[in-house]
């Protein structure tokens, strides 16, 4: 992307606060994890990542550290089409199950950074992390994880958008068609 993502102005406003926002709607106030010193003067509470370098498995294990909840959301800030009437369904169906993670299922496999993680997968996913593992889906291989398949988050998908990313320039020019472009990239 040439730049933090995290950054981007969407419809007048850095993508990491637009996702924050929606995440407070739902779950209460947000923790970004990442460059802490970037988001801060944002107004977010903001906490370097315990794992560096370790992708986004390192991320989940930096948030639930950070999380006295039993249950904590975790959505990765590049995706801006998520919508509060899925992040509702997606917290109440964690709370609702006995798995210890609760991630979406798409076609090309799991959604791990748009999903809710049990306090308890924090030592299992650190341990993976120590071991070397770096794959969220491997991570989680020793927890009972529970599958939202697409016949169920469909009906909050009516574009074919929830869970796609922006990982390139032409990613950024679509969202910012769809959300008003008030900036440049």
């Not at 930096?62 to 959505?75: D, G, I």
């Not at 199950?97 to 924090?122: D, F, I, Q």
Request: charged letters at 25%.
């Amino acid at each position: 992307m040439g730049r933090d993502k995290a950054l981007l102005d969407l419809g007048g406003v850095p993508l990491v606060l637009r996702t924050a926002r929606l995440v407070e709607s739902v779950a209460g106030p947000p923790t970004v994890i990442g460059n802490a010193d970037a988001f801060r003067p944002l107004g977010l509470r903001a906490i370097d990542d315990d794992w560096p370098g370790a992708g986004p498995l390192g991320g989940i294990a930096t948030a639930l550290r950070a999380s006295s909840a039993p249950w904590s959301l975790v959505v990765a800030c590049d995706l801006p089409y998520l919508t509060k009437d899925w992040l509702d369904f997606l917290a109440a169906r964690a709370l609702a199950s006995e798995g210890a993670a609760v991630l979406p299922m798409n076609t090309r496999g799991a959604e791990p950074l748009c999903a809710m993680y049990h306090k308890r997968c924090e030592p299992v996913i650190r341990e993976a992390l120590e071991s070397g593992t770096r794959k969220v889906t491997d991570g989680l291989q020793s927890v009972l994880v529970e599958m939202i398949g697409p016949l169920e988050w469909k009906g909050f998908d009516s574009d074919g958008l929830l869970f796609k990313n922006m990982n390139s320039p032409a990613d950024y020019e679509e969202a910012r068609g769809r959300f008003g472009a008030r900036s440049a990239f």
